[in-house]
């Protein structure tokens, strides 16, 4: 390492060393953030990992993924195991955090006594960056990181669907950003109730909800 980069670190580490822990966790935080902007991977999210009060870090209620309870407790045992390997992928609102990715991650974090006693309060937490945001673009991006996980709800899939055509989305626009094909997003529209959306429209029957 350079001399004069390794002395600012040791003078760090020292500095760092006095602080309680909730000032050390934010000043961390803070490091973290001002590095991520130096660095060559700046565009990429994972490069900083904050750790956040976990009640400042929400669920969003268009989530279709499910996940069956066998997998949950598998999830459990995985983190009080492993540790947290994958963060939290959250989208910022003011001074609160909305989850993209992570849900039962985050309700692990948040509700199972030895996580929380374990994690003092916090999720690690990887936020978007800002030009990701947008109602829209928040829905899309869940769906994107989730769907070939889990099982989808196909009726949150339609409401999901509903809101972004509420939001001025075209069939194409949801179809390239949700990884569907056209006829899927007619079908979901079907499902919700939005037949007075495609009712010139012509797809597939092939297509069926069990």
């Known amino acids: 390492m350079n001399p004069e980069v390794e002395a600012v670190v040791q003078h760090l580490e020292t500095v760092l060393s006095q602080l309680d822990e909730d000032n050390l966790i934010l ?3 803070d490091i973290r953030t001002r590095l991520h902007a130096l660095g060559p991977f700046r565009d990429e999210p994972v490069d900083c990992v904050l750790w956040l009060k976990a009640a400042r870090v929400r669920a969003n209620d268009y989530n279709p993924n499910v996940m069956a309870p066998a997998e949950q407790r598998l999830l459990y045992t995985s983190l009080l195991t492993e540790g947290y390997t994958q963060p939290v992928v959250a989208t910022q609102e003011k001074w609160d955090y909305s989850v993209v990715d992570g849900y039962h991650r985050m309700q692990q974090g ?6 929380q006693k374990r994690l003092k309060g916090y ?3 990887v936020v978007l960056n800002a030009e990701s945001g947008g109602a829209g673009e928040r829905r899309a991006a869940t769906v994107r990181h989730n769907r070939a996980r889990g099982q989808h709800s196909v009726g949150m899939m339609s409401e999901l669907v509903q809101e972004l055509a509420r939001l001025g989305w075209s069939d194409e626009r949801t179809a390239q950003e949700l990884g569907m094909d056209r006829d899927e997003v007619l079908r979901l529209k079907q499902i919700g109730g939005l037949s007075e959306m495609f009712a010139d429209e012509a797809f597939s029957e092939a297509w069926t909800v069990e």
Do not use: I, R
């Not at 948040?110 to 996580?115: I, S």
């Open 27 to 29: 000043a961390l935080n």
């Open 110 to 115: 948040k509700h199972k006594a030895a996580l």
């Open 123 to 125: 999720l690690p937490v």
